[in-house]
């Protein structure tokens, strides 16, 4: 919960505001632009809400600030509406779940509602709200993790969504590569092994790519949509598709050929955990992965 007396300088004047416990993750910048801008290395509100559409978008980043460092001055009364709006709709049948987790430093998790099961990305905080709307939309049959760093509370929501005796199945089998498994991830379902692409229904493609850390797989849905976790995400200020040197844990050569081999696929869509969403046709999409894929190579003999 934010606190008024932590309430940060640079807010300006109104009834929003970001405190000091901010950690700079970016997530209320990228999803209310109009409201919070980075100043000082942590958010703050530049421009106050002046309507129930900017108002709404800014109870969502609060909602979803992984260290609930956004706040009000006045208890909104509106606050239930912002809560019943996740998860958010990106596109088609693809929603960003919100309620970001501190423990994976407010990565954005993704939920793919599909008749045959849905498929949550990553793990959001583990949150009530969250959770009732997800069984309104079908539970989960598929709990996909691209990597140790986002997993966040996995546990609980494959406690909670484990069986679905209608369907006689079990639900939220998680994923995760045999790299990427650690002490609490030990219990996962399904581990994969190896550098090869394991298609696990016609419609989803688990693919490794490793760079950011040993283990590190995308998903790419419908050949559309790719969730690309910790491996590459749009950057506003460079404007480039690539992966980021600064964040790569294991080998950041490796990281650069297995983002070559993202150019034998086609989608339009880049939906990472860190970093900024990146939607654009196929042909242009192919150019921008191009482009930073050659801005990567540069950041290599830069640091070689």
């Known amino acids: 919960m934010a606190h008024i007396n932590l309430r940060r300088p640079q807010n300006t004047d109104g009834d929003f505001y970001v405190d000091t416990t901010c950690i700079d993750c970016d997530t209320c910048r990228w999803m209310t632009p109009e409201v919070f801008s980075r100043t000082g290395e942590q958010s703050a509100v530049y421009h106050q809400p002046?309507?129930?559409t900017e108002r709404l978008r800014a109870l969502q980043a609060l909602l979803a600030c992984p260290t609930s460092s956004i706040g009000t001055v006045e208890k909104p009364k509106d606050i239930k509406s912002a809560q019943e709006s996740f998860p958010i709709l990106v596109a088609e049948n693809v929603y960003h779940c919100g309620y970001h987790a501190e423990n994976s430093y407010g990565a954005?998790?993704?939920l793919i509602v599909r008749p045959e099961g849905n498929v949550l990305v990553d793990s959001p905080r583990f949150t009530p709200p969250l959770v009732k709307r997800i069984e309104e939309m079908g539970g989960i049959r598929y709990m996909y993790l691209t990597?140790?760093?986002?997993i966040a509370d996995h546990q609980k929501y494959r406690d909670k969504f484990q069986c679905d005796s209608e369907a006689g199945r079990g639900g939220a089998l998680r994923i995760l590569h045999a790299d990427e498994i650690s002490g609490s991830t030990r219990s996962v379902e399904i581990k994969l092994?190896?550098?090869?692409?394991?298609q696990l229904a016609p419609d989803l493609l688990i693919i490794p790519v490793p760079g950011h850390t040993k283990g590190h797989t995308v998903l790419l849905y419908k050949d559309k949509f790719l969730f690309t976790g910790d491996h590459i995400a749009w950057d506003d200020d460079d404007q480039i598709l690539a992966g980021f040197p600064g964040v790569c844990w294991y080998s950041w050569s490796e990281l650069i050929k297995s983002t070559y081999r993202l150019l034998d696929y086609s989608?339009?869509?880049v939906l990472p955990g860190h970093g900024r969403r990146y939607h654009a046709d196929v042909v242009?999409?192919?150019?921008?992965l191009k482009e930073g894929i050659e801005w990567m190579e540069k950041q290599l003999t830069v640091n070689s």
């Open 147 to 150: 990597h140790r760093d986002d």
């Open 108 to 110: 954005a998790s993704y």
């Open 50 to 52: 002046t309507n129930e």
């Open 284 to 288: 242009t999409m192919r150019h921008k």
């Open 193 to 198: 092994t190896g550098t090869e692409p394991y």
């Open 267 to 269: 989608f339009e869509w």
